[in-house]
């Protein structure tokens, strides 16, 4: 049985593709409902209002997805061998490559319906004297059917033999035709429950029920102007954006004020951190400290994924030396910690702490020092509080000016101004990925004038905030759940 639903409905202003890689979800659609099991899923187009309800021990994968001109929901077949692909565009729509200008990298084609195939018929003319009588009377049971078309004959005989011949299960065979002429009634505008009753179904929600499972839609969506597309089964396939290639990759550079676990879940990586260079196999990790600057180099095909974060207030991590071996992206319960942090549709009842936990546990790491626990300390405090000068922020990090410069230069390799840009720059770079405007930003941090802002947005990036073309990821993260990259409650 689903659990309750964790998630409120929302309106959705992109196009979004919910993919159940293991279990099942009840995803609705405006009035609608549908059961999407593992192997598929389902895309809908902006302007829906969505609610997703994972199953327990289920995963659904939240991707943006463009839909070809199409304005319906569409159930979608997602191949395992698929999978990998929608793992790089979720990623992608996490916000931490540079250079992408829109998250949606996948899209729905070949979506437009096609007749809902027919059972097959069998050979036997006594059997095929049975399924007309079924067909024609859909609400007559299999034993009278049977003893109506073919005396003498029992039930379980006629099921071994229809199964023989067709390869359908009586009853699978039934379900299908009494869909098909449900799905011709509807689309002439019968109601429901007659509908219902009719083709042999003892209520409207059982019927409802087996329609969606052969269709992907609800009897509720004829009714309500779709009838044509209720009569099919949707074949749409995913392919990728025109113009879009994996080729290799970068993170920007960023001073966080969290500490962050980062996964190689597919390939190699080599990451950058306070001025060292550190390899990262197949299915290593490593948890990069808060304060420390660092960007990542990125293979063609490597699939990088952040595996979630923790507070610097709850203590120092220090520096990476090793890597944790957590193993590949077939590895159980990181996809999950993944999901559990960054949206709130994707699992239920997984600890988001569970990645960086185990990361945590399986590298090797500098001891903390003094320096190192203040720079952690101080990149919260700003990221917290990113409008504060020098003076103010040693005074509340109980510290001297001296110091604290001290240990940044220490720890990190940069004077203190440049350090404090770079995070500074960081937050503004998210903030952006939030929806919110430069101007908006600017005052924020503190900046007396919007050209002072971009001069110091241009120096960390290499160009000015309303160039950079930093995507709006607001959209994404409504669809997910989530309002913003990392919660100021998470600093």
């Known amino acids: 049985m689903l659990p309750a639903v964790t998630l409120p409905p929302v309106r959705l202003s992109e196009a979004m593709l919910y993919a159940v890689l293991r279990g099942s979800a009840a995803v609705t659609v405006g009035g609608s409902a549908h059961t999407v099991s593992a192997g598929s899923g389902l895309w809908v187009p902006a302007g829906e209002l969505v609610g997703v309800t994972p199953a327990s021990g289920a995963i659904v994968l939240p991707v943006p997805a463009g839909g070809s001109g199409q304005t319906l929901p569409a159930l979608v077949r997602v191949p395992e061998h698929g999978n990998a692909g929608l793992l790089h565009a979720f990623a992608h729509a996490l916000g931490h490559l540079d250079g992408i200008r829109s998250p949606t990298q996948l899209e729905v084609r070949g979506a437009s319906p096609e007749p809902l195939p027919a059972p097959p018929p069998p050979r036997d003319e006594a059997l095929r004297a049975i399924v007309e009588l079924l067909a024609s009377a859909p609400g007559l049971g299999l034993a009278a059917a049977v003893e109506a078309a073919a005396p003498g004959w029992s039930p379980r005989t006629v099921q071994r033999r229809f199964q023989a011949e067709t390869g359908w299960t009586l009853t699978a065979w039934a379900r299908r035709q009494r869909i098909r002429i449900g799905a011709e009634l509807i689309s002439d505008g019968r109601d429901l429950e007659w509908v219902a009753n009719r083709v042999g179904y003892e209520s409207l929600a059982a019927f409802t029920r087996a329609f969606a499972e052969a269709t992907g839609l609800t009897p509720g969506q004829g009714r309500a102007g779709s009838s044509a597309a209720c009569m099919y089964e949707t074949l749409a396939e995913l392919g990728r954006q025109p113009g879009q290639a994996d080729g290799a990759r970068r993170t920007w550079t960023r001073v966080n004020g969290a500490h962050v676990a980062v996964w190689s879940a597919i390939g190699c990586a080599e990451l950058v951190v306070g001025g060292r260079t550190l390899a990262l196999g197949a299915g290593e990790a490593v948890v990069i400290p808060a304060g420390t600057p660092n960007e990542f180099r990125i293979p ?73 626990e203040l720079l952690g300390r101080a990149a919260n405090r700003f990221a917290r509080e990113p409008e504060l000068g020098l003076p103010a922020a040693a005074a509340r990090l109980g510290t001297s000016e001296r110091e604290l410069c001290a240990a940044v230069a220490s720890q990190t390799g940069e004077q203190f101004a440049a350090w404090l840009r770079l995070l500074r720059m960081t937050r503004a770079r998210n903030q952006l990925g939030d929806g919110e405007t430069p101007t908006e930003i600017s005052r924020e941090l503190g900046y007396a004038h919007l050209p002072a802002f971009s001069r110091a947005f241009r120096a960390v990036h290499g160009a000015g905030p309303t160039v950079l073309g930093v995507p709006n990821l607001r959209p994404t993260r409504a669809a997910w759940g989530r309002e913003m990259r990392v919660p100021a409650s998470a600093l």
């Open 300 to 372: 063609v095909g490597t699939l990088l994924m952040p595996l979630g974060y923790r507070s610097a207030m709850t203590g120092p991590v220090g520096a990476p030396l090793r890597p944790a071996r957590i193993g590949g992206v077939e590895q159980p319960g990181m996809l999950e910690a993944i999901l559990a942090t960054y949206t709130r549709i994707g699992v239920v009842d997984v600890d988001p702490d569970r990645g960086f936990a185990a990361v945590l546990a399986g590298s090797e790491r500098a001891a903390v020092t003094p320096e190192s």
